[in-house]
């Protein structure tokens, strides 16, 4: 069992990271598109990939990661508090997402499509040390 939940968390996390990564990129294209039908998709986009990708597959994501977690017995481990202080950090990136998404939703964004340049590194950095600490386990 613990193998197929392992999966299913690998699938998970593949399929969040994409919506973490996607969604600022469809921020930076409707901060630079005005009022109008472009807009209204982007809002539609933006939100059905928040609601039916992004938060079920971090649901999923953090309910078989804390059974991996448990079962292998790495709660103890030093890399363990590392990977998972990134792991809510992404998760914080993720419920900012929604926030951003929500003032676009109220034509009430204050950034420029730079801004969503900048932070769409964010998740990239965050997954770049989860998978350092999962993979390699340097301390």
């Known amino acids: 069992m613990y193998l197929w939940i392992k999966a299913l968390h690998v699938i998970a996390i593949v399929s969040w990271m994409a919506g973490l990564l996607y969604l600022p990129r469809l921020f930076v294209y409707h901060a630079d ?13 933006e939100r059905r990939l928040y609601r039916y990708i992004m938060t079920p597959a971090m649901s999923v994501a953090w309910l078989t990661g804390v059974f991996l977690a448990v079962d292998g017995d790495a709660l103890h481990q030093p890399w363990f508090h590392v990977k998972a202080t990134l792991v809510l950090l992404l998760s914080a990136a993720h419920v900012h997402d929604g926030v951003l998404m929500r003032r ?10 730079r801004y969503f340049r900048v932070i769409n590194e964010i998740p990239t950095l965050l997954m770049i040390g989860i998978v350092i600490m999962v993979i390699v386990k340097p301390f």
């Open 33 to 45: 598109t005005g009022p109008g039908a472009q807009a209204e998709t982007f809002k539609v986009m």
């Open 104 to 113: 676009f939703a109220a034509d009430a964004n204050p950034h420029s499509s």
